[in-house]
Nanobody
Framework: QLQLVESGGGLVQPGESLTLSCAAS????????IGWFRRVPGKDREGVSC????????LHADSVKGRFTISRDNGKNSAALQMNNLKPEDTGIYYC?????????????????????WGKGTLVDVSS
């Protein structure tokens, strides 16, 4: 059973950067794709970024392309979400999730249903 714990959330001003971390335990991390999701006020949870197993690359939602970068360190059983040029509309609870033996779908809307394990989330608040 894979456990995921997010950290790094907080209060930042618009235009600033923040890096979220996802620490995994209880499984063979390199076999899992990692996804970052967020629930913003008034909306359903949505996919943000996804990184596949192996060397199959990363994908980002259109709303964060060019601003967010997802990465993973299999040696440290961790993943990260680097968020630059944050906007107030990025405010929400950010979740890390994992899917075993998964290559991230080109369709962002498929990610949530494909994930097997979820963290409890970390709050990001972008306001001045």
């Amino acid at each position: 059973q894979l456990q995921l714990v997010e950290s790094g959330g907080g209060l930042v001003q618009p235009g600033e950067s923040l890096t979220l971390s996802c620490a995994a335990s209880g499984g063979t991390f390199e076999w899992f794709a990692i996804g970052w999701f967020r629930r913003v006020p008034g909306k359903d949870r949505e996919g943000v970024s996804c990184i596949s197993i192996g060397e199959r690359g990363t994908l980002h939602a259109d709303s964060v392309k060019g601003r967010f970068t997802i990465s993973r360190d299999n040696g440290k059983n961790s993943a990260a979400l680097q968020m630059n040029n944050l906007k107030p509309e990025d405010t929400g609870i950010y979740y890390c999730a994992a899917a075993e033996y998964y290559y991230c779908s080109d369709n962002v809307s498929n990610w949530e249903d494909d994930m097997d394990y979820w963290g409890k989330g970390t709050l990001v608040d972008v306001s001045s």
